[in-house]
T-cell receptor, first 117, second 111 residues
Framework: EPEVTQTPSHQVTQMGQEVILRCVPI?????FYWYRQILGQKVEFLVS????????KSEIFDDQFSVERPDGSNFTLKIRSTKLEDSAMYFC???????????????FGEGSRLTVL | KQEVTQIPAALSVPEGENLVLNCSFT??????LQWFRQDPGKGLTSLLL?????REQTSGRLNASLDKSSGRSTLYIAASQPGDSATYLC??????????FGAGTRLFVKA
């Protein structure tokens, strides 16, 4: 069964460092997303990506964050100058086209746990 | 602005019991609503997706309903098993790219 894969599963970094989280979405999906979940809190939307550009982003997704689809399979989230409060589980998701051309069912990866020290 | 609330926050039931998890949303212009399962420290597994034009969806022992007029969705789990123990999340989408999640219901099924 097709699945979304994420690497690394856990990354520990020092405050101020840059991290790149990687995702391979389901191959025939067209919409890609990053969500995050701080320990004990809700899953929060960060950004969506469609047709090689950001289609929507939340207030959390400021200049510290960027996304890229460097090739036909990978989708990355870059976090610059990491802060303690960036510690969270970061989830990649993808979806196909649903009804009326809108986003369909979301499929999530297992997540990348980021710990900033 | 869409907000999603789940009640109860936690639930403990004996094995074999039928149970209902509740989800409410503030924006009735919902495009779809999705239920997920999350095991501790793990990713989100999609259980059921209900489109706005549907009233319910079924998969095995799970049945999810959607009532747009009242802003509510329920997830019914029949004949619960210890393996059903997990956090159940509902998430609503109003047709854009952002899906809003509830805080989840932590379910514990006792053997």
């Amino acid at each position: 069964e097709p699945e979304v894969t994420q690497t690394p599963s856990h990354q520990v970094t020092q405050m101020g460092q840059e991290v790149i989280l990687r995702c391979v979405p389901i191959s025939n999906h067209l919409y890609f997303y990053w969500y995050r979940q701080i320990l004990g809190q809700k899953v929060e939307f960060l950004v969506s990506f469609y047709n090689n550009e950001i289609s929507e982003k939340s207030e959390i997704f400021d200049d510290q964050f960027s996304v890229e689809r460097p090739d036909g399979s990978n989708f990355t989230l870059k976090i610059r100058s990491t802060k303690l409060e960036d510690s969270a589980m970061y989830f990649c998701a993808s979806s196909g086209i649903g009804l009326a051309g809108k986003t369909g069912e979301l499929f999530f990866g297992e997540g990348s746990r980021l710990t900033v020290l | 602005k869409q907000e999603v609330t789940q009640i109860p926050a936690a639930l403990s039931v004996p094995e074999g019991e039928n149970l209902v998890l509740n989800c409410s949303f503030t924006d009735s212009a919902i495009y779809n609503l999705q239920w997920f399962r999350q095991d501790p420290g793990k990713g989100l597994t999609s259980l059921l997706l209900i489109q706005s034009s549907q009233r319910e969806q079924t998969s095995g022992r799970l049945n999810a309903s959607l009532d747009k007029s009242s802003g509510r969705s329920t997830l019914y789990i029949a004949a619960s098993q210890p393996g059903d123990s997990a956090t159940y999340l509902c998430a609503g989408n109003t047709g854009g790219f952002k899906t809003i999640f509830g805080a989840g219901t932590r379910l514990f099924v006792k053997a």
